[in-house]
């Protein structure tokens, strides 16, 4: 067996069962190595940060790894932004990366580059493969130290000798690191400190977004008044009718100022400290207020169920959680804008839908009036790296067949990565697309006005507006071949997400909204 | 002043009159000051890659770095690979990222990552901004050693705080680095070998491409008998009617070793040795053949054309270089493929075009069809990275807005930086973009053949295919504003082109041809 089967074989063994593939030269024998793995689902990509993104998405929704497949150091490269995101997501990603054959990449042959380098700065874990014997051992081990808590990205090096080379064979899988059991003593202090009644929070991340953990919390903020808040951009946040409630950090530093300023307690939950997202003259970037105490119950590598649990039985024994009630706005009538838009969304989102959050300022509106929909999972923009969306949905579609998945993107962050649309048309993909036009960086506009730096000369029109010329996604998601259409009212846009909803496959809406900024 | 209005005024100080932009909310200032400087013209981009290859095709064709501007750790991994073939290139470019105030980093905000070692992969020079009052000079030392010879990309990496604070001063210009003399006794020593009369060749790169330089090799070819070859993807190849005419290196190690078979004296003249693009089982890496001597004239560092002018007095003296006659294929009829394309084009190519070249294997003619055409650059990929052409073809029209620039880019390449026609037509540019739709990785079977591992199973035909669904090149191009139309036979094409060619501003064709491989 060469190395390339015994890496296609030794993912198997591990459940790894997906490989999001934008291959090249060197990776042709890894390629050749899918045909005799059936079990293992190659999905093309037509550019490496749709492949990442995409893994990104699959981990999220699975807490399994899929593999990527990237072509050398400019394959990496292309990829970076959403390993990025996965890597601030906590996702389990077994990222594969051809490479040169090991006698070669002394001679700097044009496509050299230092890949290691590149592998590091979003990797927790990186092995270079140097010899076709140990390959599978190496597979096992990244597949282990993507998946163990609070999971990773972990990236294969794979030499095309080392591909192509006889002598290797496949590994049985490796047992991953499990989550850190928190110690009584840590759950006991948190208890005391909640039982005093002072204001507390309870700041959620990682697993305390979702299922069962959730639920735990929400008993545990019933008992104690303590609020359930997260982080700005949780991974993965289970919500919907019938789940407690979760207040997400606001993305600008005064508004999470705001909704920290009267907590005495933070207690983290699987998150870090709150800081801003960049920082600005004259702001803190730690965004804790003065006086207020920080806790730590769980880490992301902490068994964050467990914890809760404990902290459930010391705090709130026979106390149920407030649980959002079940309830959605009425469709909307006349102007489409980015808040009707929501409108119709909260009317319409279906049971089970994942959505993917890359609306930017385009979404203000959308936790409000979702937020009593039928349960759903809310994915979002982890690392801030935009062009994280259309490919996350991908992940996500792949990931999970028989749900609907729900894409909204603002139209600059959706430029970044469209040919990710090509991977929803060509997998048939569930997706329905919303792209939110509102014609400009509207996001930088935003912060403009807060830095002051909003002169309106011609750098700043020219290089934050997207309206000379317009784009057109209809036409862009026709070259793809995926469905679209456009809608200027709001009577319009229900329609058109109503019929997507209805038809399976992939669909695309371009939303024309006003511009907030 | 703040820093980033050092910044700016200190880019113009120094000679650099564009930026290649796609800021984000730690590039505002950066953005403000481009405002209040309006001689540096900011061309915004969609995505980094964009940005990135842009600069190249500027720096390629004008000798002097455009500014990139770039958003953080993310926004420069999206421009890597355009960096890389940058780099390869020897292009100087002065790639400005922002990054989080100095504060703030070491709060690990979701946006942090390690963007001085993706800095370094790429660049021959990097430098972290500290102080507001230092900034000027930074700058002023990044173009000097982006521009010293032989060019390369020159990373300024400048935290938001530096930009927004004052007491920051602009800078003179800094003189670069000059080419270094070769030695008498080097030319000495070349000049003995080439007398001997044995079979030799020079292999040009860099500078030796490019006028006057080539025509002092064509002399010292005509005078010696030593052929005249360049490295298999030369930065800017200057070529057609009138000038010496150059054989590039073939891209296959078979093909290269065919070529080097008799030659028994290679002279590097800019270029490095020559070693396979890829390497493969049972080839070598190295080209050279057994039993031919390498000797270096000059490195890409070097004062190339002092040195072959050197070499000229003393090998060539009254020798003229024999060069290649006006001569233009007749235009083709019937089937459109890549070689009837490739007719239709030589019988085109308006007098001094600029040509990119992306167009992988439905290139295979375009050479020879060319060869004869009206003086002409020729710009490649000179590090192998795909996504290169429509950011490079942006560029290079940029740079020379009085010559019509032709982009020829395959299917599958195109589509990772196909934003870049937005930038077409956002600016007008007179860029006529040929895709060579084959509906394949065709590269790939090619190279798969090669390798043995073509099984012709269904993970091979799904990651190498591009046609479920195809991709409609026409209306990709229209959605972002470029006039696009379709050719499926070789008189459609040819009355395309020419249509093309006559109207100002951005045309793309899709030419339907069938794949070879």
Redesign the interface.
């Known amino acids: 067996m060469n190395g390339a089967h015994a890496v296609a074989r030794t993912l198997l063994n591990s459940g790894v069962e997906v490989c999001f593939?934008n291959?090249?030269?060197?990776e042709?024998?890894f390629?050749?190595a899918?045909?005799?793995e059936?079990d293992l689902r190659?999905v093309?990509c037509?550019?490496e940060?749709v492949a990442t993104g995409a893994a990104d998405g699959y981990g999220r929704m699975t807490g399994r790894p899929a593999a990527t497949l990237l072509h050398l150091?400019?394959?990496l490269?292309?990829g970076?932004?959403n390993l990025?995101n996965a890597r601030?997501a906590g996702t389990p990603v077994v990222n594969l990366v051809g490479d040169?054959?090991t006698?070669?990449k002394k001679?700097?042959?044009?496509?050299e580059?230092?890949v290691d380098?590149?592998a590091?700065?979003?990797s927790g874990w990186v092995r270079r493969c140097e010899d076709p014997a140990t390959v599978g051992g190496d597979v096992a081990e990244a597949v282990a130290a993507a998946t163990g808590a609070p999971g990773q990205v972990a990236t294969v090096l794979l030499p095309?000798?080392v591909s192509?080379s006889d002598g290797a064979r496949s590994a049985p899988p490796i047992a991953a690191r499990r989550p850190t059991a928190v110690p009584a003593r840590t759950v006991a202090t948190v208890a005391g400190t909640l039982r005093t009644g002072e204001p507390a929070a309870l700041l959620l991340g990682g697993a305390a977004t979702r299922e069962p953990a959730l639920s735990t919390a929400g008993r545990i903020a019933a008992a104690t008044g303590a609020r359930l808040l997260c982080e700005?951009?949780p991974a993965r946040l289970e919500r919907g009718a019938g789940l407690p409630a979760v207040e997400r950090l606001g993305y600008l530093a005064e508004g999470a100022m705001a909704q920290l300023d009267d907590v005495r307690h933070l207690v983290l939950v699987g998150a870090?400290a709150p800081?801003?997202?960049?920082?600005h003259?004259g702001l803190p970037?730690?965004l804790v207020p003065d006086g207020c105490q920080v806790h730590t119950l769980a880490t992301a590598a902490d068994d964050i169920s467990a914890a809760l649990g404990d902290l459930a039985d010391a705090v709130a024994v026979d106390v149920s959680a407030v649980l959002q009630p079940a309830a959605r706005p009425a469709s909307p009538t006349g102007t489409l804008t980015a808040e009707s838009a929501a409108m119709a969304i909260g009317a319409l989102l279906p049971e089970g839908a994942i959505v993917v959050d890359e609306a930017n300022t385009s979404g203000l509106w959308l936790p409000g009036a979702t937020a009593g929909a039928p349960r759903h999972d809310w994915l979002t923009l982890?690392?801030?790296?935009i062009?994280q969306g259309l490919p996350l949905a991908a992940g996500a579609a792949v990931a999970c067949p028989d749900r609907p998945v729900l894409c909204l993107e603002a139209d600059?962050s959706a430029?970044?990565t469209?040919?990710a649309l090509?991977t929803h048309?060509?997998e048939g993909l569930d997706i329905t697309t919303v792209i939110f036009a509102n014609g400009s960086y509207a996001?930088?506009n935003m912060?403009?006005q807060r830095?002051g730096?909003?002169?309106g000369?011609?750098?700043?029109r020219?290089?934050?507006?997207?309206t000379?010329?317009?784009?057109?996604?209809?036409?862009?998601a026709?070259?793809?071949?995926v469905p679209a259409s456009r809608a200027t009212t709001a009577e319009e846009f229900t329609d058109r997400l109503r019929e997507a909803f209805a038809e399976p496959g992939p669909h695309l809406i371009e939303a024309v909204v006003p511009a907030l900024f």
Do not use: C, K
């Open positions: 593939a291959p090249g030269t060197s042709l024998h390629v050749a899918l045909d005799d059936p190659a093309p037509l550019f940060g150091g400019p394959g490269g292309n970076l932004a990025h601030r040169h054959a006698f070669h001679y700097d042959a044009p496509l580059s230092d380098a590149l590091r700065t979003v095309a000798d192509w700005t951009f870090r800081v801003s997202f960049f920082a003259p970037s730690q982890t690392g801030g790296a062009g600059g430029m970044y469209l040919s090509w048309a060509r996001i930088l912060e403009s830095l730096t909003r002169a000369g011609p750098a700043h020219d290089l934050l507006d997207l000379r010329p317009g784009l057109d996604f209809v036409a862009l026709r070259g793809m071949g």
